[in-house]
Nanobody, 121 residues
């Protein structure tokens, strides 16, 4: 069974940091794009950061450039999102996702269950 399981969310004050982790199990994601998508209350899902599992090509949304860093550990089958200088507008449920072609906001081959990030002002 293929699973993506996120962890690391929580409550943090503005300016703080969190690191989200996504544990991938059940298959090899070497040829997949991986990414993080978030959904704030009452808003649509937004792609935050993506990368090819086997390569270095990355994408960041303008809203998180310079503050968030996506990375992966192939040996451990893990994907990470380091979030620094967090702002209240970063409050959302964060999802890990995988897609054979690319990451989209709403249609991916695999999804995690989501982890809540709340940034207080």
């Amino acid at each position: 069974q293929v699973q993506l399981v996120e962890s690391g969310g929580g409550l943090v004050q503005a300016g703080g940091s969190l690191r989200l982790s996504c544990a991938a199990a059940g298959r090899t994601f070497t040829n997949y794009a991986m990414g993080w998508i978030r959904q704030a209350p009452g808003k649509e899902r937004d792609i935050i950061a993506t990368m090819r599992w086997g390569g270095a090509s990355t994408y960041y949304a303008d809203s998180v450039k310079g503050r968030f860093t996506i990375s992966r550990d192939n040996a451990k089958n893990m994907l990470y999102l380091q979030m620094n200088s967090l702002k209240p507008e970063d409050t959302a449920v964060y999802y890990c996702a995988a897609g054979i072609a690319s990451i989209t906001a709403n249609r991916n081959d695999y999804w995690g269950q989501g982890t809540q990030v709340t940034v207080s002002s």
